[in-house]
Structures are given as structure tokens and as C-alpha cells.
């Protein structure tokens, strides 16, 4: 079974057991930012292990994607934006039935439908060579059809963001407050009210937490909370034999320049097989990731899917699955998750920001760390 919606109840209890075992959002954000650029990619090179097998047209199809997914990699400016096109109403139907009171609110279905979600990234080297010093900037967009709902910046020490509150409780289906209706005592979120760039030292924002909840302890451990180079070698050797036996890549032609290519496979015997490679490292993995058992799997979608690539002049620019296909009932409907590739967007230091007190990142004024956006 594949959920697509759960009830305020059920995210309730997870955003609890979340706050409960988590560290401070803030010191993570500048790893997830990495962790998710690279997810992406790998989970791209992955379905393009193919190449190693197969007919003459798989390995054609499998190696131009391969090409495609490296040359992504020798790229300084990248970015990569995710989508769902679907309409609301197709959200709201393969989300089925609820408990009174647990419906999906079609408001809730519109924002998810119309949002997008832009991750930038700019280097002074090949992206696949970079280290953390060698980026000369990051960033996270989050948009709705009138505009940016909110930005996060990493740039040097210093982690910057930005929100249209006004725009973002709108498209959420309730008022924020304005910065007049602030208390004394909470002046300091009136630029975020605003929608002025505020800003916070990485540095001692890791300081804190790391006083806050004893990760050195964790450090001495030697499990971060990143996959070195070595480990990420071991995962996509272990993964890629998998993926040459479970997927099948063809060439669906195309026009205006443009190729697809179409790689099908059964996402349970995939999942299977992948977390039966993983399982053996799993002492290697970032602290806190737990693999699915055998037992949780028997409940994952036993249904072929495909994932449509598009590359033009051998660039990769378009990746794209229908997420309906993963559905117990589908009824009809589709939810197109579609991810584009292109030029990192301005990833500079916004002139003018003003600093926050280290204590205040985390506050209400922060979509990316308040849970504004634990929806995304």
C-alpha cells in the first residue's frame, strides 16, 4: 500500500517522534541540501546501471542516460527543480478515503499541485569533484503560482532566508501574522515578516547544537551524518548489479532535438533487491537511517513502473514518473513527479540582510526549519 496523504492524527504522532530524535533542523540543512542534489543523481545513475546487460537497444538506451547522468556532474552551475503537475482534484482522489476530519483539504492538494521546489547549486570545480569548500554557493527555492513563497541561501559561513509570509498563509488557508501585530519581545522576526533577507552564522549555529544534544558523543562513534566517498562507491557497486538485472531501458525516439528514453521495472523486486545489497553496509550508513525488513516491504507496490528520461544534445533535462502507478487504486488518475535539470539560479549573499540572534534561527519566522514546510 502506498500512502499519499495521511490524516492530521497520523502526522501528528510523526512530527512528535520527529522533535523527539531529531537534531536541531538548522544543522542539518546545510547536508540535506547536498544529501538531496546527490540522491537525486545517484538514484539517476542507478537506473542506468543497465549498461552492464541486456539487449542492443537497452544498452544503447542505458548508456546514453549514463553519459547524460556524468555529464551532469562535470557541471559547475547546476540545478534541478521538482514538480507536480497533477491537477488538485487527482491529489485529493488517490489520497481515498478518510476518517471525518482527516480529509485532504483541497487547499492543501492546490499548494502541492502548483508548488515547486528549486535546488541550485554553483561550484568553482566539477560538481562531481567538489568538496564543501569548493562551493561557492547553494540554495533552496520554493514557489506558487504568483511567485516565490521562500528562498534559503548558503553562501561562505552564513545561512540566509527569506519568505513571503502573506503569500505562503494564503496558499496554506490561514492569515499569518503581520509584523504590527508582533509582541515586544518578538521584534526581531519583523524582516521575516516582512519579507526581508535575515541571516545566521552556520558556525554558531552548529556550536549551539552541539551543546544543546551531545553530538560529539556521536562523532566519536565515527557514524556521521553524511556518506563519504568510499562508502558511496561501495552503495553504487553493490546497487548497480541489481539495477542490471531488474530494469530495462528502450528508446522511445522524440522530436525538436529531443530523445526519451523509458526505463521500466517491478518496484517491489527493485526495492527488494536494492535494500538486499544495502543491508550489509548498513554500519557504513549515516546514523539514524533504518532500512526496511523483508516484512515491511511484502506491503510495498507490486507494480512495474516506468521512468521517462529526456536528454537533449546529450544532456540530461527532464526525469519524470507517474506516481499513480503506485497506487492500490489509481481510479483513473495520474500524478506526474517530474524533475527538470538546468543553470543553478543566483546562489550570491543577498546584499542587506539583516542578522539574527543564533537562538532565533529555528524560531516561527523560518519556513525551513518551523515546519512551515513539513509538507515539502
Not at 562535470?74 to 514538480?83: D, M, R, V
Request: with cysteine; net charge negative.
Amino acid at each position: 500500500m502506498i500512502t499519499l496523504y495521511e490524516g492530521g492524527a497520523v502526522r501528528r504522532h510523526k512530527e512528535t517522534v520527529i522533535t523527539a530524535t531529531s537534531m536541531s533542523p538548522a544543522t542539518r540543512m546545510r547536508p540535506v541540501i547536498r544529501r538531496t542534489f546527490t540522491a537525486v543523481g545517484c538514484a539517476t545513475v542507478l537506473l542506468a546501471g543497465v549498461s552492464a546487460c541486456g539487449t542492443v537497444e537497452n544498452l544503447t538506451a542505458g548508456q546514453k542516460v549514463d553519459h547524460a547522468v556524468e555529464g551532469l556532474g562535470q557541471k559547475k552551475s547546476l540545478s534541478f527543480e521538482l514538480g507536480l503537475p497533477a491537477k488538485p482534484s487527482a491529489l485529493v482522489k488517490l489520497a481515498g478515503e478518510a476518517e471525518p476530519g482527516d480529509e485532504m483539504p483541497i487547499k492543501f492538494a492546490e499548494l502541492f499541485t502548483e508548488a515547486r521546489v528549486k535546488v541550485s547549486v554553483e561550484s568553482r570545480k566539477p560538481l562531481a569533484d567538489s568538496g564543501e569548500k569548493d562551493l561557492v554557493g547553494t540554495g533552496v527555492e520554493i514557489s506558487g503560482p504568483d511567485g516565490v513563497l521562500a528562498e534559503y541561501r548558503i553562501v561562505g559561513d552564513y545561512m540566509y532566508y527569506r519568505a513571503d509570509m502573506k503569500a505562503f498563509g494564503e496558499a496554506m488557508g490561514f492569515p499569518m501574522p503581520t509584523a504590527d501585530e508582533l509582541p515586544e519581545s518578538e521584534k526581531e522576526f519583523k524582516q521575516v515578516l516582512e519579507g526581508k533577507w535575515v541571516k545566521v552564522d552556520g558556525r554558531e549555529v552548529g556550536r549551539a547544537a552541539k551543546g544543546a544534544s551531545g553530538a560529539d558523543k556521536g562523532d566519536e562513534a565515527g557514524r556521521g551524518d553524511e556518506i563519504d566517498s568510499k562508502t558511496q562507491q561501495k552503495l553504487l557497486k553493490a546497487v548497480r548489479s541489481v539495477v542490471a538485472h531488474e530494469v530495462t531501458f528502450s528508446n522511445k525516439g522524440g522530436s525538436d532535438g529531443v530523445e526519451r528514453i523509458v526505463a521500466k521495472a517491478s518496484f517491489r523486486d527493485l526495492l527488494t533487491g536494492i535494500l538486499g545489497k544495502l543491508r550489509p553496509l548498513a554500519d557504513e550508513l549515516p546514523e539514524g537511517i533504518e532500512l526496511p525488513t523483508d516484512k515491511e516491504l511484502k506491503g510495498a507496490p507490486d507494480k512495474k513502473v516506468a521512468v521517462s528520461f529526456s536528454l537533449k544534445d546529450d544532456d540530461l533535462t527532464r526525469v519524470s514518473i507517474d506516481l499513480a502507478t503506485l497506487a492500490d487504486d489509481p481510479k483513473g488518475a495520474k500524478l506526474p513527479l517530474v524533475i527538470t535539470f538546468g543553470e543553478a539560479d543566483d546562489v550570491s549573499a543577498p546584499s542587506g540582510a539583516t542578522k539574527l540572534p543564533t537562538g532565533e534561527f529555528g524560531g516561527p519566522g523560518n519556513p525551513f526549519t518551523s515546519g512551515l514546510l513539513g509538507g515539502f
